[in-house]
C-alpha cells in the first residue's frame, strides 16, 4: 500500500478581523508570547518525544517558551477538542499524528469536524513501522511468519495497545496485504503489548522502532521488517517489507503540528518556516535518525492532502478489518 510523504477574550471576531486585515504586522508579531503544544497522547510515546524536540528548537529560534502540554484520552480526541476550541492565532498548536486520520472510524460521533477543525502545518517526522517478534519466536523471516499464518487462520497472535490504536490499523493493513488472518490480543497501552511479545503471551507486534530499539538491541526483540523506501540507518540488517517478500505494505507513521481553523496564513507560513529551519538542524537530525525517523517540513498544502488520503486509506482498511466505531 503506497504512502504519499506528506506534516503540529472580550469577542475574538474583532481580534481575527484585525489580524486579517494587517497580515505583516501578524507575521511580524507571531509568536508574541508563549505557545502551547498540546500533545494527546501520554508524555514519552513518539508523538510526544518529537514534539517536545521540535518545540524545543522553535523556543530557541523565536525567543518564545514553546510548551508542551499532554492532554491524553479518548484515542487523542480529548486533546484535539482543546486545541479546536482555542483562540485561531497561532498560540495553541496540535501536535496531530497519523491515529487523527483514523478517528472517524473509531468514534461514531466526534467533538469537532474531523475535516474542518484543524489547519494542519507541516509534518515534522515521518517514522516506519517495525514487525517484531520476541528472541524465542520460532519465525526467523517474515515469509515464515506469513507462511504459518496462511496455514492455520487466526493461530499467529499480535497484540497492540487497543482496540483502534494505530499498531491495531497497521496490522490490519498488513493482513490485509499478506492475506492472512491473525488473531488480535488488545493490551491497555504499547508497551504492555510489547511486554507481552517479549514473554512470549503474543507472536508478533507492530511498533514504531524508536519504542523498540532497546530491546533490538538487548536482544529480546527480533525485527523481521520494516516499513519505508529503504532500510534504517538505526537497524541496518532489517530488511523493508519489500525485501522480504510484500511490497504491498507501505504503512509509515506521521507526526506534525496543526493549528486551529481560521489562523491567518501570515501565522501558519511563518509556522512552517520556523519548523523547516528547526527540522534542517544538524542536532534534530541526529535525533530523528537515532529513533529511525526522518524530518518532514512539507509545506501547509501538501500536509493538508496527505491527511485527506491518508483518512481514506484507513476508511478502506477499517471496512476489510471490520474495525468497528465506539
Known sequence: MPVSRRTVLMSAAPLGAAAAIRPASAQEAY???????????????????????VAQKLAEQTGQPFV????????????????AR???????????DNTYAMLPYLFNRLPFDHARAFQPVTVSAFSPVLLAVGRASPFATLGALIEAAKKDPEKVTYGTGGVGSAPHFAT???????????????????????TAALGGQVDMVMVSPGSALGNIQGGLLRPLAISGGHRSSALPDTPTFAEAGLPGFGVVNWSGLAVPRGTPAPVVEKLHAEVGRALAAPDVKEFLDSIASEPGGMPPADFTRLLAEETERWRKVAAEGQIERQ
Open 31 to 53: 509568536p508574541s508570547r508563549p505557545v502551547r503544544v498540546v500533545v494527546p497522547w501520554a508524555p514519552g510515546g513518539a508523538v510526544d518525544t518529537v514534539a517536545r524536540r
Open 68 to 83: 508542551v502540554e499532554n492532554k491524553a484520552g479518548a484515542t487523542g480526541t480529548i486533546g484535539a477538542a482543546e486545541v
Open 86 to 96: 482555542a483562540r485561531a492565532d497561532g498560540h495553541t498548536l496540535l501536535a496531530m
Open 172 to 194: 490490519a493493513a498488513f493482513q490485509q496485504a499478506a492475506a492472512i488472518k491473525l488473531y488480535h490480543v488488545p493490551y491497555k497501552g504499547a508497551g504492555e503489548a510489547v
